[in-house]
């Protein structure tokens, strides 16, 4: 059990906390972290793997503060980063040898683990490549791969499909899910379809504060008639600027339809028709538009 307790973090001349009193219980499970960029993501990451000190409340393992368990901790978090910051002179199957040597896993654990996650993340032909040469999907799977060696049981994950193909992509998903029982999988992302497909409780940061930790079905349930549909003229389209629209198809000879996201108290246009929202509608709900509208 992984408890965030009052937890808050304030940077050195920052205006406001980057994360601000947050409280969740996290048991074993997939948890899809979504926020816009500077909502705290990053930030209560950094704080989980006990690279940061929280400035206010604590993080706690089964009970326990982690600042007092110390290597102990570390040793059951596997962490994939966003940036791909790798020693590009390295093989995969060195790289992934040198980070079993970090995390002190016995040799004979090391070797079974390495050949199984290269097969998993379909790099077992070029396991002696070296990482210099690998497209940034291949890197990103060889992170992945990182990640799970010596069975964490706090697994966190920043844009781990970012540069996958969709096959790929699935693969990792499916993975995921099925190592969950027993682990606490953390997804940061902004790919809302893999959340989606995914994760039993979606957590939504902004500006510091948890909004919502619920399950994606009770998210799309809360926002149940702000999404509708509008036919229109092409020409028409320059009109809903006003809106915050998520989507535009072109569904016959100069018409198109527009997927409009409603937000509090706003009148659907007239003409529209409701729809059931996705993932995708709850985040431009909560968040905005930015440069979708």
Known sequence: MLTLSHLTHVYPRAASPALDDVNLTLSPGVYGILGPNGSGKSTMMNLITDTFAPTGGSVLWNGTDIRR?????????????????????????????????LKGMKKADAARQIDALLRLVNLRDDAHK?????????????LIAQALLDDPKILILDEPTAGLDPRERIRIRNFLSEIA??????????????????????????????LAASPAHTL???IDGHVVTLDLAADEVHGMSGFLVSNLAVSGENRV???????????????????????????LYHFGGGDAA
């Not at 996201?261 to 003409?271: F, M």
């Open 69 to 101: 368990l110390g290597a102990g901790y570390r040793r059951l978090i596997g962490y994939s980063p966003q940036h791909q910051g790798l020693y590009d002179d390295f093989t995969a199957n060195r790289f992934l040898w040198y980070m079993a040597a």
């Open 130 to 142: 070296r990482l210099g040469a690998f497209s940034g999907g291949m890197k990103q799977r060889i």
């Open 181 to 210: 029982h027993d682990k606490i999988v953390l997804l940061a992302t902004h790919v809302v379809s893999d959340v989606e497909c995914i994760a039993g409780t979606v957590v939504l940061l902004k500006k510091g504060h948890v």
């Open 220 to 222: 799309l349930d809360e």
């Open 257 to 283: 339809e527009a997927r409009i996201v409603l937000p509090p108290g706003s009148p659907a246009p007239e003409g529209a028709r409701p729809v059931r929202p996705t993932l995708e509608d709850v985040y």
